[in-house]
């Protein structure tokens, strides 16, 4: 009995290490930033009339997704992409973002 709980509990750990991991690996984040390239451009570098992201505050984009995320701030689409990832998923968003150069 002893041996199958500790077993069981080797295997959470390892699971939830993977889970961490999967959040903060930079390739995965790079994946999720890229899915802002439609309006936001490659690496955050918009075109003319769009919102750059390449090199903002990340507190502030934080900040900003995370009003999006809750409705407090109304958008046309903002909103339902925020509500597609967890907050630290978007905190790893903005932080690749603020790291890219302007």
């Not at 490659?42 to 009339?49: I, R, V």
């Not at 409705?71 to 603020?98: C, H, N, R």
Request: net charge positive; with cysteine.
């Amino acid at each position: 009995m002893n041996r199958v709980l500790s077993t069981l509990l080797a295997a959470g750990l390892l699971a939830a290490a993977s889970a961490s991991h999967a959040q903060t690996d930079p390739l995965q984040v790079r994946s999720w930033a890229a899915g802002c390239a439609n309006c936001h451009g490659t690496n955050g570098m918009a075109q003319p009339g769009m919102t750059p992201l390449a090199g903002k505050n990340k507190e502030d984009m934080l900040s900003k997704l995370l009003g999006y995320k809750s409705g407090a701030t109304p958008s046309t689409i903002m909103q339902q992409l925020a509500k597609g990832y967890s907050d630290e998923q978007l905190a790893a968003i903005v932080g690749w973002f603020a790291q890219q150069k302007k």
